[in-house]
């Protein structure tokens, strides 16, 4: 809105600029200079750091400035599976947080309504995760799911897992812990889109003979797309940059790593940085080409 | 599915309905029978269970106790998507995410209607709407948005239609215009409507039959003409139109008449319009039916005359007058008098008195209360 | 820009060539190009523009000292008592603020190589990483050169073993620490459970089909690969012997253990956890955290061994950054973990091999059963099977450590 109002200004028929744009200028002020000092300086940089090539002196960590595209192609090519691996997690996590969260959020939203206490306490059962660190959490997950663990040892015996095979290092526990830790950011915004669902709709859907099931299919679910969209992307966006869950020292193994963890490992490991600048703008233009895509399929243009 | 794609009405019978909320019953013991292709509506103010029994209807509330059946069929148990019943709602209820064209063709998606698209195109033009068809309802008037939710309901030719309160949201021009719709498709397809609203003209100019509903409870029903001339309770007397009650112990009674004595003056009305014949009485007549004298007429048996009395107060309502004048003893007594041209009749403060036929008094069953004086 | 090059005279000019290059080119873009030069992330302001030079020393009006090191490597840590730390304030009347931020060496350096490179505080006075480390820093040029004259006792007691490094001959610019043996660690009675063994003896027994998914590697390259090259018959102290196609077999060889699924993880510090919650059972890994595991547990459930084909060894050492202004009072520290009474008070503690000698002659007077701990006090014998990874070129450590990360990132 700022942005219209701010050209409105400056293309107006008087030559000076009108108090609107000067108001809306003063406004945008802080939020551009914020933009411009801690998005934009470091991105630029980012890209610049991405083409740098190593030194001739062969120093570790040592790099000089060019235009070395192909640190591009070497990221991908080499770090091929880990990106496939991130999307692949990503998309099965959100999935997962979305049918997790999707009956939480209807029962809050809409079941709870007329309890305002029990919505509020279901409410902050749903934040509550917050209140402990993201690593304790994923800690106490490595911790109940240990090889030697009851729970473990329970599903070996009841031939989930065979005796030789342990829940932390697979793929199984990363997935399960990124749905766990992005729940929250997928109930929250359901949750708001379905709190706000007017429930005559449904019953006026009842009324012109749709079962439950339909009624859910055709009036409510369409209805809260908005907070569905926004969940999944809230879900979907971190999670495929998330290097905690699939980290070694966490729920992940030899085989789990991300591209956060790769990003992770060339930036502080090897001091990589072209590459590791490479695979984090890669990263970047996915999501948004992705997000872009999906947000288009889905018909909420508005949300971007 | 379980109905039939039915052309003409079906009636509807409630048996003993009773409901209860957590802390009030809203409907006590509940009988009623609409026959096929009435249009029935169901008066009362708000609060006074008359949605409630609309939803039981529908079947989106379930009755704590008594049966409802449609076309002699017990649909008690029936879920709402089952009944052959079709509501209108008081907010529309119209789907925001789809075209006004899905939204009439829903139903008859959802029972695999053949051709929904042509028939619901059709349902639009009757409501005159077939040119916004591709547009969200969001995008359309609150009478526009009315009509859709008519045509929705109607395209399913339900045995029954349920209409909650759905002029309530339009400007008057516009409800007086959906009123005489309304009635005009009713009579075209010959459906059975059952029509809530708290509107007594609403109600009087559309329906063939009307019960006013009070408390949880039907206090009378009948046509409208009938229930306007010979209220008998004080809740139906004030509710429905205006009234003047006068209360008094009865003094005489013939083979015609009773009278009551009231501060000293009879008043009189027909047995055969009166609820009760002893005791304490209460006696009402319409303000329409009064007439005020400047001068102390002299007037047959056949007239109640009470006053003098001071006008207090002048209303021009355009088509007639509203006097209200204060009879010392009998509290302020409403007259309107037809506009005929030369108005004020009388000036304010002056000193009058006011007659009626004897046939045109009424007497009520009941006795009226503090609370309904202020619904009249 | 003294330090930090290849021995080889015609290396030495290639890369002295390469380097008055690198310095114009630079020079022109930052006459030229301020605005990149400014927007260049942080890090690799890493570039150094010229020979760094000492900060001034102010110990003698500042009696505090800031120090970096590992978790589990000081006296009295447990209860937070440090009786040997407290006793060198009491007597030296300088303040040490004792920071335990060294978790790994790569991440650490990460944080700290900004301002080394530039010479200025980087917020610690001394500090202890591993010696492949403290090469790098060497060669860069960071480190300062200490008085020995501050430090009779490092003098006196330094085992001779720990002089004559290439880059430090006098082993003035970095002072030994603790030693650390790379072998393997096991669970007694689960590895006995699982194989029928009572200990492993080679890498070999580490590869068993019984361990299948109950082996747990350290992420320090030096060692697991180290050991790895040493049970394939590599001398990792020669250039000859340990080349780059050697490494990548060796590194080959772990990555197809990890497909297996014979190797259960591969990680830092935290490999500690995976032994205590019985997620494995034996671990290539270091002898001192065997004892303090051990600690922890309560029991002696953990065995260290070193294999038939040999051990690893490395140093984490005192070093001194350019930008420190407390070197006085970092050779006063030095000078005191170096006499022997301190030394083995400290051993006797965190259990790692002693770079002092005459330690081993305190500790008998104290606690002779941990005296005769050759992982404490190696005997001549011992540290024979016992090899450093030899030291590598810029290149070479860039793509040593590339392969190894790719194994650990399932690459």
Known sequence: MAFVALGQGSSGKTAAPTKASKVAFILLAPGMIYLGLFFLTPLVSLVITSLKTASFTGEIGMYDYAFQVSNYGYALETYFPQIARSFVYAIIATLA?????????????????????????????????????????????????SNESPATQFLQSIGVLAPDQYVIGSSFAVIAGLTYNFIPFMTLPIYTSLERLDTRLVEAGSDLYATPAQTFWKVTFPLSLPGVISGTLLTFIPISGDYISASRDFLGGSDTAMIGNVVEANFFRIQDYPTASALSVMLMAAIVVLVSVYVRKSGTEELL | MATDFVARGQDLELVGIRKEFPGFTAIENLDLKIPAGEFFALLGPSGCGKTTTLRIVAGLDEATSGKVLIGGKDVTSTKPHDRPVNTVFQSYALFPHMTVLENVAFGLRQRKVADPLAKATEALQLVELEHLALRKPQQLSGGQQQRVALARALVNRPALLLLDEPLGALDLKLRRQMQVELKAIQMEVGLTFLHVTHDQEEAMDMADTVAVMNKGQIEQMGAPEALYDRPKTAFVARFLGQS??????VVEENANSISISCNGQKIAAP?????????????????????????????????????????????????????????????????????VGKSPVVELGAQVWVSWKVEHAFGLSDLPLKADNDEA | ??????????????????RGKMLSRRATLLGLGGTAAVMSLASCAADTQGALTPAEDLSDSEKVLVWHNWPLYMDGEDDASYPTLNRFMEQSGITVEYMMEIDDNDTWYAKVKDQLALGTDPGFDVACPTNWLVN?????????????????????????????????PERTLSVPYQGIIGGIVY?????????????????ADVWAPELKGRVGLISEMRDSVGLTLLSQ??????????????????????????????????????????????????ALAWSGDTTILNAEVGEERFGFVVPDTGSTISSDSFVVPMGSAHKKNAEALINYYYDPVNAAELAAYVNYVTPVVGAKEEMLKTDPALAENPLIFPSEEFLSNVFAFRALTGQEEQRFATAWQNVLLGA
């Not at chain 3, 030495?12 to 390469?18: E, G, S, T, Y």
């Not at chain 3, 669970?187 to 890498?203: C, F, H, I, Q, V």
Request: hydrophobic content about 40%; proline content about 5%; overall charge negative.
């Open chain 3, 136 to 168: 790098r820093m060497i060669g860069l040029g960071y480190l300062q050169t200490l008085d020995n004259a501050n430090m009779p006792n490092k003098v006196a007691n330094l085992a001779p073993a720990y002089l004559g490094d290439a880059n430090d």
């Open chain 3, 1 to 18: 820009m003294k330090e930090g090059l290849p021995q080889d005279p015609m290396m030495r000019q290639l890369v002295q060539m390469a």
């Open chain 2, 244 to 249: 003047n009650i006068f209360v008094g112990d």
């Open chain 1, 97 to 145: 947080a979305l049918l997790i969260s999707y009956p939480i959020a209807y029962f809050i939203g809409v079941k709870a309504r007329s309890k305002p206490m029990l919505q509020a306490f279901l409410l902050t059962l749903v934040i509550a995760p917050f209140f402990i660190s993201f690593l304790l959490r994923t800690f106490a997950w490595k911790q109940i799911f």
């Open chain 3, 233 to 282: 018959g590599i001398d990792i102290t020669s250039d000859e012997s340990l080349t780059e196609d050697a490494f990548n077999a060796a590194v080959e060889f772990i990555a197809a253990q990890v497909s297996s699924g014979q190797i259960f993880n591969i990680k830092g510090n935290s490999y500690g956890e995976d032994l205590t919650n019985g997620n494995i059972i034996v």
């Open chain 2, 271 to 339: 047995k055969s319009r009166s609820e009760k014949h002893t005791g304490r009485v209460a006696l009402g007549v319409r303000p329409e039916k009064a007439t005020f004298h400047e001068d102390k007429p002299d007037l047959d048996s056949n007239h109640n005359l009470v006053g003098p009395g001071e006008i207090i107060d002048i209303r021009f309502t355009g088509v007639s007058n509203q006097y209200l004048i204060d009879v010392p003893g009998f509290g302020d007594i409403t007259v309107f008098a037809q506009n």
């Open chain 3, 187 to 203: 669970n007694k009675k689960m590895y006995k459970e699982a194989t029928g063994k009572d200990a492993p003896t080679s890498l």
